[in-house]
């Protein structure tokens, strides 16, 4: 396995390139399912989850090619397999996005239960509940859930009692091409969702309310082929954020959004570190010290959960004290433990963790336990003194390309040590 090795207490100055939204990526490449293609997604990233959708996609019968130059990914077809087995779907939970476009277009899909994973429980519930709502029939049996709808969906008013970005993207998938309107209520609001929205709407489909927590849909017979620029990645550039703010540099995101960093905008400027929009993206620098903030995470345009981990590790080098409290996830403090291995002073309680500031941390061995704990660890050892190795870096490579090179390019000192 592949640990990366990095030294720290230099400042990054210069630009770093933000990919495409791993998490838009993949609900893109599910929505191919939807028609015959071709769906061209430019601005592609090339990540470890995207290439375990595309294995997915092509086993259901898809075309997927990916150019990682052009940065393009064309995909087209016809599903001529409806089984989404349990050993792709448990080493991706996103896999669930194919149940609501292969029930919409083929009134039929077998897709194993995604199962917890490291950060929580992770139920579909609302997924499947809302597409019930919508006249599918779902048994479960044998860790799969075996779903049909024999005269097709139908719209429906759909309320989310709890804010999910997967069930709210699942169904407004499979609303495209149900017989009717659906309403979804208390939608998820993230960027990632207006992407997806938008690029439905360039297949054919008739969608309203983008940007709110009210998405109506008017089901269309059929939808066809689009090109579509997946947005920046807001979580990628988040973490270069903190990464720039724990070095004390200055660093040009190149290609990001401001207004879809959200509340983290926001916090990172009271924290001391200034965020400002620029024609080619977003500058972040750091020119006094840190100060400790209170966060709590929420659904966008809340502060990002999948921001905690990275933001904790610049609290922990924070003049005074921060509380961060996890709303979304149950268990998505396991980079605690490894960064008090690195000096830092953090105590949990419960959906809780007091952060007290230290001067400086110093480097160590460390473990990466999930994809956001994996670079929160990395962003301790830009700061910390001494060499730190990250063991167990494929949770990286999920959701981050190239990232020690991107790192290197703005002066970390910062290697990967093949496994
Ligand atoms: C998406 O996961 C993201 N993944 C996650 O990013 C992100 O942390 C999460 O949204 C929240 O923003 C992708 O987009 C591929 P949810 P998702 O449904 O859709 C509960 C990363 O690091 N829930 O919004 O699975 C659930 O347990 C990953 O890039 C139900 O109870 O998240 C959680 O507590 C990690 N029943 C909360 O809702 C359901 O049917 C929010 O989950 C669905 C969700």
Do not use: N
């Given at each position: 396995m592949d640990r990366i090795r990095l030294r720290g207490g230099r400042p990054l100055r210069g630009s770093i390139p933000i990919g495409g939204a791993k998490n838009a990526a993949l609900p893109l490449m599910a929505a191919a399912l939807l028609s015959e293609g071709p769906l061209v997604l430019t601005n592609a990233p090339a990540l470890d989850d995207t290439r375990t959708m595309a294995g997915l996609l092509a086993q259901h019968g898809l075309s997927v090619d990916h150019d990682t130059n052009a940065r393009t990914m064309t995909l087209g077809g016809t599903a001529t397999n409806l089984v989404a087995p349990y050993d792709l779907v448990r080493k991706m939970r996103?896999?669930?996005?194919v149940l609501g476009p292969l029930l919409a277009r083929y009134r039929e899909a077998k897709v194993s239960l995604p199962g917890g994973c490291a950060i929580g429980t992770r139920p579909v519930d609302l997924h499947l509940k809302g597409l019930e709502e919508m006249g599918a029939k779902i048994d479960l049996d044998s860790g799969y859930m075996n779903a049909t709808a024999p005269e097709g969906l139908r719209g429906a008013k759909i309320y989310f009692t709890q804010v999910s970005v997967g069930a709210t993207e699942n169904l407004l998938m499979a609303a495209t091409l149900a017989d009717g309107i659906t309403e979804l209520v208390n939608a998820a609001r993230e960027p990632e969702i207006d992407d997806l929205a938008h690029c439905l709407i360039a297949m054919g489909a008739r969608i309203e309310g983008i940007g709110t927590d009210r998405l109506r849909i008017e089901g269309v017979k059929a939808l066809h082929g689009a090109t579509h620029p997946i947005v920046p990645d807001r979580i990628e550039a988040g973490t270069f954020a903190c990464a720039a703010g724990i070095t004390g540099g200055e660093v040009l995101l190149e290609g990001a959004k401001l207004e879809h960093l959200g509340t983290v905008a926001r916090v990172l400027r009271e924290a001391g570190v200034e965020v400002d929009e620029s024609p080619k993206g977003v500058i972040v620098k750091r020119l006094s010290g840190l100060r400790g903030v209170d966060v709590m995470t929420e659904p966008f345009p809340g502060f990002a959960t999948d921001m905690q981990a990275q933001f904790m590790a610049l609290m922990a080098v924070a003049e005074g004290a921060s509380m961060i409290t996890e709303t979304i996830f149950e268990n998505r403090f396991m980079h605690v433990p490894e960064m008090n291995r690195m000096g830092a002073r953090i105590n949990v309680h419960g959906s809780s963790a007091i952060v007290r500031g230290v001067s400086r941390l110093s480097g160590a061995p460390v473990m990466a336990t999930d994809l956001r704990a994996s670079v929160s660890l990395i962003l301790a050892g830009l700061a910390a003194g001494g060499e730190t190795i990250v063991n167990r870096v494929y949770h990286l490579d999920r959701g981050y390309e190239r990232l020690e090179a991107k790192l290197a390019a703005v002066g970390a000192d910062i290697e990967r040590l093949p496994g």
């Open positions: 996103a896999s669930v996005l």
